[in-house]
């Protein structure tokens, strides 16, 4: 999705993810191809280039301080947890909620007995 402006700066950013993150989005693993990425960073160059940023990697540094630094984060996708298909280790696992619990102090509320359906979603974050 191009969203045409006369900012330099801005059209850098969207040639970034034009050229190297979005086409790479789903190539990650063993989908991933090295020449079609390198490829594709030539080109990031030379439009770097016609936007008047010689050194690319100063401006998105920090973090990325190089294309092999660049191409390893696009190359091992996204977590695993938001990839397609992707289903929770613990799905449909039993756990013991009272020996949880004994751990706790129950302030206010209904105490939990053993005999309730509870759902326990499995949390995944990064930082």
């Not at 160059?45 to 696009?74: C, H, W, Y």
Request: charged letters at 30%.
């Amino acid at each position: 999705m191009s969203t045409e402006t006369s900012d330099p700066k801005a059209q850098f950013f969207e040639a970034y993810r034009n050229l190297l993150i979005h086409p790479f989005e789903d190539k990650y693993e063993d989908k991933w191809d090295e020449d079609v990425w390198w490829e594709a960073v030539e080109t990031f160059k030379v439009k770097s280039k016609e936007l008047g940023f010689d050194k690319p990697l100063d401006i998105l540094a920090p973090p990325i301080t190089s294309f092999e630094m660049a191409r390893d984060l696009v190359k091992n996708g996204p977590p695993k947890c938001l990839r397609p298909h992707w289903k929770s280790p613990i799905l449909g696992e039993k756990i013991d909620v009272l020996s949880l619990l004994e751990k706790t102090h129950h302030i206010h509320g209904n105490k939990f007995e053993g005999k309730e359906h509870i759902v326990v979603l499995d949390f995944w974050a990064t930082w």
